[in-house]
């Protein structure tokens, strides 16, 4: 061992410290202290008057996005002297049940109605397997044909085939007044498509890197860790793809040319468009349905879709990627 040399300041002892692996949770911020702390900070004249012009605006696009509806189900209550009149806003004027019931009580509505659960549950489930899988291809920058692929959806966004061909090859397919022909003509929305291939193309890699390392396949890592971690994206594109589908009569008023294969939505087509005055195809004893009848048969095909959002709406704010990578 040398000595140092003469003058030479010797350097300090350093003493040998262990890796500590310290807790991602400790090095987060604890939100109580920081909201206990700014407790005592006094807004400002300016903040309050800000704060107060947001809550008025906020209430008023809530009223306005409300109205409608309220509008519609008041509307769907009243007699027909009352809409024709125009004193219908909020509150059922003349309040009547004779309209409903003539609706509810014909035995092809409740056929129609289970027709269009059967249509939106087997074209969703579809459409969400499809856009889902073709989504996530195109979302990897490595794939051989990306952009030919990307420019054929983008080409059938702006370019139809046309409805008489449309007719011709959904007949020679031996699809005509069968589900598939509502089903697979609109099984992928390419809106819906690159949304969810941007969502994708966001997500994190390193999360598919450290699954591909433990052994998982492709589809694995697409079914055990991308899928559980998009909740949230693909609770929106159900709930688009069901709106689509429940709200969809034209397919059906097509290709469909028994009556008891139509969805709500051609049924309820049907009525308003013979219901013009007189009732006609809902019971001749009511005079009244003729002015309400838009308004009944509009809100027994939104009502479940309405019922239904609740139920979504929780997972379009919800942070399902939070944590979800260290560091």
Known sequence: MTNPPKGAVPAPAVEKVEDVDLDPVERTPDL??????????????????FTLVNVVILILVAVLTLYPFVNLAARAFSSQAAIAAGEVFVWPVGFNLTTLQSVIAQERFWINYGNTVLYTVVATAISMVLTTMFAYVLSKPHLKGRGFLVGIALFTMFFAGGLIPNY??????????????????????????????????????ELEEAAAIDGLSTYGIL????????????????LFYAVAFWNSWFPAF??????????????????????????????????????????????LTVLPIVCLYPFIQKHFVSGVMLGSVKG
Request: charged content about 15%; cysteine-free.
């Open 32 to 49: 109580a202290a920081v909201r206990s702390s700014t407790r005592g900070i006094k807004p400002t004249p300016a903040y309050r008057a």
């Open 223 to 238: 079914l055990r860790i991308v899928l559980p971690l998009s909740k949230a994206i693909i609770a929106t594109m159900i």
């Open 254 to 299: 097509l290709y469909m040319d028994d009556p008891d294969l139509y969805p709500v939505s051609v049924y309820l087509r049907n009525i308003i468009a013979g219901a013009t005055g007189t009732g006609e195809g809902l019971g001749a004893d009511a005079v009244q349905i003729g002015s309400n009848v838009k308004a009944v048969t509009t809100l």
């Open 168 to 205: 011709l090859l959904i007949s020679e397919l031996g699809f005509k007044n069968t589900i598939w022909a509502i089903v697979l003509p609109q099984a992928i929305n390419v809106f819906n498509l690159l949304i969810m291939k941007s969502f994708f193309e966001n997500f994190p890699a």
